[in-house]
């Protein structure tokens, strides 16, 4: 009853023209997955062009971030989450952990942007996930339910409806080192229960949420095996056409 969603995160990977390119391969290899929705997100750079070229398709294109700010101003650098929309994507990641690592986002920050991204009517992607040191002292848990509490804060019933959550375990992002499908199952199901608590069982019911970190064509059928993993964010390998389709495929015979 959830619709599974695919989506890839090229990072900062690929000028135009390659974009394109890539996302030109992987419009035949994924045209019958009707399985799922299909997201790719190219650089900020390559959005518009990337967008042009697959509208007709079943791929939406997702911004790698947006900014906090929902009024257009003096924010050098920024780029609004409807400027997004205006260049064609549908969906913003939000929250991603090298953001959050490397760019000192903070849990309001993040709650800022999905709500700018909600009112730009852009489908926020809000990842959460614990590093290693957090994992090992035993406070996934904590840290991962701090971020919903704090990046999902103020929120409506209705703004659920328009969200996914990405669980990323920050040890398992571009490492090799996937989280065992149990181990992810577990943490997909404790978010689904936070997310009971604050909005209700149903729109918990409805919620997607997608794993991410070190997702491949090898191991994305044992994910989606679970009962609460609802789709996948690829890093690495989605900057491949052929192998992208394959997770995107997964189901495939
Ligand atoms: P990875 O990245 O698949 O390369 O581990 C996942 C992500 O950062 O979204």
Redesign the pocket.
């Known amino acids: 009853m959830r619709r599974p969603v695919i989506a890839g995160?090229w990072?900062m990977h690929k000028f135009i023209a390659d974009s394109v390119a890539t996302a030109l391969a992987l419009k035949p290899l994924v045209a019958n997955a009707n399985h799922c929705e299909v997201v790719i997100a190219p650089v900020f750079t390559a959005i518009k062009s990337v967008a042009d070229r697959l509208e007709g398709s079943n791929i939406r294109v997702a911004g790698q971030d947006c900014a906090p700010e929902q009024k257009h101003g003096a924010h050098t650098g920024e780029v609004a989450a409807d400027m997004l929309r205006d260049a064609g994507a549908s969906y913003v990641?939000v929250g991603?952990?090298?953001r959050r690592q490397f760019y000192a986002e903070t849990d309001s920050m993040v709650n800022r942007k999905v709500q700018a991204a909600i009112a730009a009517e852009l489908t926020p992607i809000v990842?959460v996930g614990e590093t290693l040191a957090q994992r090992d002292a035993g406070l996934a848990e904590r840290v991962v339910k701090g971020q919903i509490d704090g990046g999902l804060r103020e929120l409506t019933v209705s703004d659920l409806e328009r969200i996914i959550i990405?669980y990323?375990p920050v040890w398992?992002?571009?490492?090799g080192r996937t989280a065992t499908p149990e181990q992810a199952q577990q943490m997909h199901a404790f978010v689904r229960r936070i997310v009971a608590e604050k909005f209700g069982e149903e729109a918990s019911q409805r919620l997607r949420i997608l794993y991410?970190?070190?997702?491949?064509p090898e191991n994305i059928a044992g994910l989606m095996a679970q009962p609460d993993i609802d789709g996948a964010?690829?890093?690495?390998?989605?900057l491949e056409a052929e192998t992208f389709a394959k997770i995107v495929n997964y189901n495939a015979t």
């Open positions: 995160n990072k990641i991603h952990s090298e990842c990405a990323e398992a992002i571009g490492t991410g970190g070190s997702v491949k964010l690829v890093g690495g390998a989605s």
